[in-house]
């Protein structure tokens, strides 16, 4: 997959943006705040409905306008080519595919897979499991769309089951949406868990040629009840305490997963520069799952990688990009030198001043 235009207008610090990236590696060169790690989120933004940096989804609007536009034309593995544009209103998307709007986002995101790694990224190592699972939810989505179904059906059980915890509900009244759940957590389990066995020994590759020095790499994954107990008997033995802190505490919505090395004892031990290292495999390790589970490369956010790794480590990943064809967009402040540029690398020089 590759963008072949981006657009863009009202966001952050842009009126109106456009780029028009080669199908290789594209370095967006420019000051601080000039913004390039705009183009990158606006890309972002097209691939996940949300933006990568903190804030609402009306975050990344210029300030004194009412919305904000995202416009790409892809083209797809098959030679075909699709126009997508996604519109910030107020507190609701407006999509569009080819001229047509879309009741559901989801071909979005289907067509435009972007996989980022920044300085927000140790995140998914360190952070909460929040940022885990919606990493693994997104690679699931790619593989089985149905999986965007059953998480709003989720979701609209787990609601219902809320309240009825707060209102004080009769027992009677929680078993259908507790059968629901249990029937609905099971299957995204068997999602989950396929996503990651499938993805385990890319990450294992990729980790021992970017971060030997944490030693052999493991998955440990939760999926958020007891397996043995299952759902069902979970949330009936758990209803008494769910009802005091007013919200259901076990479930498909509490599943973590983590990356265990065989050098560090504990995920918190790992240095900040250990983890975006880390975070930066399971970038690597994605796009190449996704290229052989969906049948081709999705476009490749790299942003101010020479800031957020030592030299070592950006040499091995110029390398990695170098020896395959994928799209990336790379952000820096400064221009690369010609001895480290690999045959057909862009350079587009970014401008714009006050921007991010």
């Given at each position: 997959?590759?963008?072949?235009?981006?657009?863009?207008?009202?966001?952050?610090?842009?009126?109106?943006?456009?780029?028009?990236?080669?199908?290789?590696?594209?370095?967006?060169?420019?000051?601080?705040?000039?913004?390039?790690?705009?183009?990158?989120?606006?890309?972002?933004?097209?691939?996940?409905?949300?933006?990568?940096?903190?804030?609402?989804?009306?975050?990344?609007?210029?300030?004194?306008?009412?919305?904000?536009?995202?416009?790409?034309?892809?083209?797809?593995?098959?030679?075909?080519?699709?126009?997508?544009?996604?519109?910030?209103?107020?507190?609701?998307?407006?999509?569009?595919?080819?001229?047509?709007?879309?009741?559901?986002?989801?071909?979005?995101?289907?067509?435009?897979?972007?996989?980022?790694?920044?300085?927000?990224?140790?995140?998914?190592?360190?952070?909460?499991?929040?940022?885990?699972?919606?990493?693994?939810?997104?690679?699931?989505?790619?593989?089985?769309?149905?999986?965007?179904?059953?998480?709003?059906?989720?979701?609209?059980?787990?609601?219902?089951?809320?309240?009825?915890?707060?209102?004080?509900?009769?027992?009677?009244?929680?078993?259908?949406?507790?059968?629901?759940?249990?029937?609905?957590?099971?299957?995204?389990?068997?999602?989950?868990?396929?996503?990651?066995?499938?993805?385990?020994?890319?990450?294992?590759?990729?980790?021992?040629?970017?971060?030997?020095?944490?030693?052999?790499?493991?998955?440990?994954?939760?999926?958020?009840?007891?397996?043995?107990m299952g759902l069902f008997g979970q949330l009936n033995l758990d209803r008494e305490r769910d009802r005091e802190r007013g919200f259901t505490q076990h479930g498909a919505h509490r599943a973590d997963w983590s990356l265990v090395f065989g050098d560090v004892a504990q995920r918190e031990h790992l240095s900040r520069g250990q983890a975006k290292a880390a975070a930066l495999v399971c970038a690597l390790a994605l796009t190449r799952w996704l290229n052989d589970n969906v049948g081709e490369y999705p476009l490749l956010c790299l942003d101010d990688l020479e800031s957020e790794l030592d030299a070592v480590h950006t040499t091995r990943v110029t390398q990695w990009l170098?020896?395959?064809?994928?799209?990336?967009?790379?952000?820096?402040?400064?221009?690369?030198?010609?001895?480290?540029?690999?045959?057909?690398?862009?350079?587009?020089?970014?401008?714009?001043?006050?921007?991010?």
């Amino acid at each position: 997959m590759n963008i072949e235009l981006l657009r863009a207008s009202n966001l952050r610090c842009f009126e109106k943006v456009s780029l028009a990236p080669g199908p290789g590696i594209n370095w967006l060169v420019g000051p601080n705040g000039a913004g390039k790690t705009t183009l990158l989120e606006a890309a972002y933004i097209l691939s996940h409905g949300r933006s990568f940096r903190a804030g609402g989804r009306t975050a990344p609007r210029r300030r004194g306008a009412s919305d904000y536009l995202v416009y790409a034309e892809v083209l797809r593995v098959d030679k075909s080519r699709v126009r997508l544009g996604l519109t910030r209103v107020d507190d609701r998307w407006v999509g569009r595919c080819n001229g047509e709007d879309l009741s559901s986002l989801a071909p979005l995101f289907e067509a435009c897979p972007v996989v980022y790694f920044g300085p927000e990224s140790h995140t998914l190592i360190l952070g909460p499991a929040e940022e885990r699972r919606s990493f693994l939810d997104w690679s699931v989505f790619h593989v089985e769309h149905a999986s965007l179904s059953l998480w709003k059906a989720w979701r609209r059980a787990l609601r219902q089951r809320n309240a009825l915890l707060r209102q004080g509900a009769a027992e009677r009244d929680f078993e259908p949406w507790e059968h629901e759940m249990d029937q609905l957590a099971v299957r995204i389990h068997a999602m989950r868990s396929h996503c990651l066995s499938g993805l385990e020994p890319y990450l294992v590759e990729e980790a021992s040629h970017l971060v030997p020095e944490l030693g052999a790499l493991q998955i440990h994954y939760r999926p958020g009840w007891d397996e043995q107990m299952g759902l069902f008997g979970q949330l009936n033995l758990d209803r008494e305490r769910d009802r005091e802190r007013g919200f259901t505490q076990h479930g498909a919505h509490r599943a973590d997963w983590s990356l265990v090395f065989g050098d560090v004892a504990q995920r918190e031990h790992l240095s900040r520069g250990q983890a975006k290292a880390a975070a930066l495999v399971c970038a690597l390790a994605l796009t190449r799952w996704l290229n052989d589970n969906v049948g081709e490369y999705p476009l490749l956010c790299l942003d101010d990688l020479e800031s957020e790794l030592d030299a070592v480590h950006t040499t091995r990943v110029t390398q990695w990009l170098s020896g395959r064809l994928i799209q990336s967009w790379l952000t820096s402040t400064r221009t690369p030198t010609p001895d480290t540029l690999a045959a057909g690398t862009r350079v587009f020089h970014v401008e714009h001043t006050g921007c991010g």
